[in-house]
C-alpha cells in the first residue's frame, strides 16, 4: 500500500468538510466553535482507501483546512506536505476570494496535481460553473486537471470523485524516504495518563518507536513511546503518514508547540534564507513589495516575521521573480528546495511564495559574487542534486561529506553517487568525509608543500615540519580536511614520521657553521657519558640548541626526558649492566643498579623510567624487573 497526503481548499462554505465526511464517514470538523459556527477554523483530518486502475491500493490522509479569508494561516499550515489538492468550488457561488488566494498558495507551494469538486451540483449551473474553473485555471500546471461534479446531499458524483482521486494517485511515485524525516508539527497536547501528544504530516523518511528525535528549532531530544496514525497504534510510520507521536517527556509550551518540527537528526536551524521569491501575475491591483519591508513567512507549520531584502531591486510587483533574503526573527528548519508563502505583516493578503535557494546564508556574504552565483544556479532546478552539490562545493571549495547538504531533500547516497561521478571526471578530490574541488585542493596541497620545503630551507638539520606548525600555518581548515591532507601529501611523495613531515627525499644535515656545536657537544657528553650535564647547560645558544636537536632526531642521543640526555652508545651500555644484572640477580632497586652503573640518582630515575617505556623493563614496587614477555638474551639486544 501507497501512502499519499491530500488537503482540501478552497472558498468558506463551498462544502469541503462535508464532502471529506461523505468521501470518508469522519467529520472532519473536530471543535465545538466549529459545529456551533458551521464554519472550519482549524485543521481537520481523516483518512480514505482507495483502490487505482490497476488494482493498486492508496491510503490518504486527509488535511481538511479552513476556508474562511480569517484563518488563511490555518490554512497554510495544513498544506505544506501534501501530494495532490482537492480544490472545491460550489455550484452555487463558482470561483469566489478565497478560491483564488487558496489556488495561489497551491502554486506558490509547488503543487503539481489537483483535483476539482464541483459541489453542490445537485442546484444545477454545473456547465457554466465549469467553464469559469477552466478559464480561473488556464495557464497553470492545473489547466488540464479533471473537474467532478459532486453532490453531498444527493450522492452524485462521489464515486467518481473517489475514482479520479485514485487515477492522479496511481500517477504519482510514493513519497521518498531519504532518510530525513521531518515532521511540522500541526497539533500539540496532552492525554490524560498518556502524556504530550504531537500530530503532523512525517515527510522525507520513517520514524519507529524507540526512536530518538529533536524538536527544532530548540533542539531538545526526546524518545517516542509511542505511535498512531489515524487512531490505530503502529511500531513504524513511513513519509506519506499522517502521524501522532507520544512524547511523555516533553511539556507542552516550553519544549513544544505547533509549528515546530521533530525530526531525528540534530540539524542547525536556519535564521537567514537565500531564495527566489515569485510574486504571481493573477494579483489584482496589487502594490508592489518593497525591499526593507516585514512580512510573515510560513513554511510548514511555522509561522514567523521575517525583513525580506531584495537582491538587485528595491521592489518587486506581480508577476515578477527576484533573488531575495529573507532575515527571520525566529529560526525555522529549512531545507534547500523547500517552499513557502510570504503574507502581509497584517495578515491580510498573500503576497509571494518562493524557494529556498541556499539555508545556510548570512547577511553579510548576501551580495558576495559566490552567493550570487549560487543561487543563481541553483534557482535553475532546486532540485537537481548534481547541480546542489556542485555549487556546494563550488562555494565552500573543501567540504566535509558528512555535512554536505544536510539540510536538503537529497539523500547521502544521492550526494554520494554526484560525488563518485565528480570524482571520476577529475573535478574533485575524495578522501574519507572530506571533498574538494580539485582546483582548491591542488593550491591547497601546494600551499602545504611549500611550507614544508621552507621549513627544509630554514632548518635542514631538522628531520621535518612539526605537525602542529603546520596546523597553525593552515588553521583555517578543519581537522579532517588537515587529516585527508597529510594523506594526500604522503601518497605524493612526502613521509610522515612520529610529529614530523617532510619530503621524501629530505635527508637532514648540519649545515657547516653548526658542526663545530654538534662536536662540542658529543665532546662534553663523553667526558661524564654516565652522569651528563643538565641539557639546558648543552644549548645555551641557537647553534648548539639546533645541533642538539639534529643529534637526537637522528638517533645518536637519546632523550630521557626535557633535562637529560645521553650519547647511544652509552646508553646501551647502562641498558646492558642493568639487563645483566636482573638477569643474573633478579629484581634490583633503582639504588643498586645506579651503583652497577656508576652514575647519580638525578639520571637513573629518568633512565630507568626510559627502559620502563621501551618495553625492557617494569617497576614492581621499588624493584625492577625484566619484562615477562623478554628473554634476557632479548633483552640484551
Not at 515569485?278 to 514567523?304: E, F, I, N, Q
Not at 554520494?416 to 591547497?444: I, N, S
Not at 639520571?603 to 614492581?620: A, H, M, N
Request: contains cysteine; aromatic residues 4%.
Amino acid at each position: 500500500m501507497k501512502h499519499f497526503i491530500l488537503a482540501t481548499a478552497g472558498h468558506v462554505d463551498h462544502g469541503k468538510s462535508a464532502l471529506i465526511k461523505a468521501l470518508t464517514g469522519t467529520d472532519p470538523d473536530r471543535l465545538p466553535e466549529e459545529k456551533a459556527r458551521g464554519i472550519t477554523i482549524d485543521l481537520g483530518f481523516a483518512e480514505l482507501n482507495l483502490t487505482g486502475p490497476e488494482g493498486e491500493t492508496f491510503h490518504i490522509g486527509i488535511v481538511d483546512v479552513p476556508g474562511h479569508e480569517d484563518f488563511v494561516r490555518n490554512m497554510i499550515a495544513g498544506i505544506g506536505s501534501i501530494d495532490i489538492g482537492l480544490l472545491t468550488v460550489a455550484a452555487d457561488d463558482g470561483w469566489m476570494p478565497q478560491t483564488e488566494e487558496h489556488l495561489q498558495i497551491l502554486l506558490y507551494l509547488g503543487l503539481k496535481r489537483i483535483v476539482v469538486a464541483l459541489t453542490k451540483s445537485d442546484l444545477g449551473n454545473t456547465d457554466s460553473v465549469t467553464a469559469q474553473i477552466r478559464e480561473k485555471l488556464a495557464g497553470t500546471p492545473f489547466a488540464n486537471c479533471q473537474i467532478v461534479p459532486t453532490s453531498v446531499r444527493t450522492g452524485e458524483g462521489l464515486e467518481d470523485l473517489k475514482r479520479a482521486l485514485a487515477s492522479e494517485f496511481a500517477a504519482l511515485s510514493p513519497p521518498r524516504d531519504i532518510e530525513k524525516p521531518r515532521l511540522f508539527i500541526d497539533r500539540a497536547f496532552t492525554l490524560r495518563g498518556i502524556g504530550t501528544v504531537v500530530t503532523g504530516t512525517l515527510t522525507g523518511g520513517a520514524l519507529r518507536v524507540g526512536d530518538t528525535i529533536f524538536v527544532q528549532p530548540r533542539g531538545i531530544s526526546a524518545r517516542i513511546r509511542s505511535l498512531q496514525s489515524h487512531g490505530r497504534d503502529v511500531d513504524l510510520v513511513q513519509p506519506g503518514t499522517r502521524t501522532a507521536i507520544n512524547l511523555p517527556d516533553l511539556e507542552i509550551g516550553t519544549d513544544v508547540k505547533r509549528g515546530d518540527v521533530i525530526g531525528a537528526q540534530l540539524l542547525g536551524p536556519s535564521s537567514t534564507l537565500d531564495v527566489l521569491l515569485t510574486r504571481t501575475a493573477r494579483l489584482r491591483r496589487a502594490v508592489p513589495m518593497k525591499s526593507g519591508a516585514s512580512a510573515y513567512v510560513h513554511h510548514g507549520t511555522t509561522r514567523t516575521l521575517a525583513k525580506i531584502i531584495l537582491a538587485e531591486s528595491e521592489s518587486l510587483a506581480a508577476g515578477e521573480s527576484a533573488f531575495a533574503q529573507l532575515r527571520l526573527t525566529a529560526p525555522l528548519l529549512g531545507f534547500l528546495g523547500d517552499r513557502f508563502v510570504v503574507r502581509d505583516a497584517s495578515e491580510q493578503h498573500t503576497l509571494a511564495g518562493g524557494v529556498v535557494l541556499n539555508p545556510d546564508s548570512n547577511p553579510t556574504d548576501f551580495r558576495s559574487p559566490e552567493q550570487r552565483a549560487l543561487v543563481a544556479a541553483r534557482a535553475a532546478n532546486p532540485d537537481d542534486v548534481d547541480l546542489a552539490v556542485w555549487t556546494e562545493i563550488a562555494r565552500a571549495g573543501i567540504v566535509q561529506i558528512s555535512h554536505l547538504l544536510q539540510r536538503s531533500s537529497f539523500s547521502a547516497a544521492e550526494i554520494a553517487t554526484v560525488l563518485q561521478r565528480l570524482w571520476d571526471h577529475g573535478d574533485l578530490f575524495l578522501h574519507g568525509d572530506v571533498a574538494g574541488k580539485a582546483l582548491v585542493w591542488r593550491e591547497l596541497r601546494e600551499r602545504a608543500a611549500n611550507l614544508i620545503d621552507a621549513a627544509h630551507r630554514a632548518n635542514p638539520e631538522r628531520r621535518g615540519l612539526e605537525l602542529t606548525d603546520l596546523r597553525a600555518e593552515l588553521s583555517s581548515i578543519l581537522p579532517a580536511t588537515f587529516d585527508a591532507l597529510m594523506d594526500d601529501l604522503c601518497a605524493n611523495g612526502f613521509v610522515r614520521a612520529g610529529s614530523t613531515i617532510s619530503r621524501g627525499s629530505h635527508r637532514p644535515s648540519l649545515p657547516p657553521e653548526i658542526l663545530p656545536a654538534a662536536e662540542s657537544i658529543r665532546a662534553t657528553l663523553s667526558e661524564k657519558p654516565f652522569d651528563p650535564p643538565n641539557r639546558k647547560d648543552l644549548s645555551q645558544d641557537r647553534h648548539l640548541q639546533q645541533a642538539l636537536r639534529f643529534l637526537i632526531e637522528q638517533g645518536d642521543m637519546v632523550e630521557l626526558n626535557s633535562e637529560i640526555v645521553l650519547l647511544r652508545d652509552a646508553a646501551e651500555q647502562m641498558r646492558s649492566t642493568v639487563v645483566g644484572l636482573i638477569s643474573d640477580h633478579g629484581p634490583a632497586t633503582a639504588s643498586q643498579l645506579r651503583q652497577a652503573i656508576g652514575t647519580s640518582r638525578r639520571v637513573i630515575i629518568p633512565f630507568l623510567e626510559y627502559l620502563d617505556r621501551v618495553g625492557v623493563t617494569q617497576r614492581i614496587g621499588d624493584s625492577r624487573q625484566l619484562r615477562e614477555t623478554k628473554s634476557a638474551t632479548i633483552a640484551r639486544r
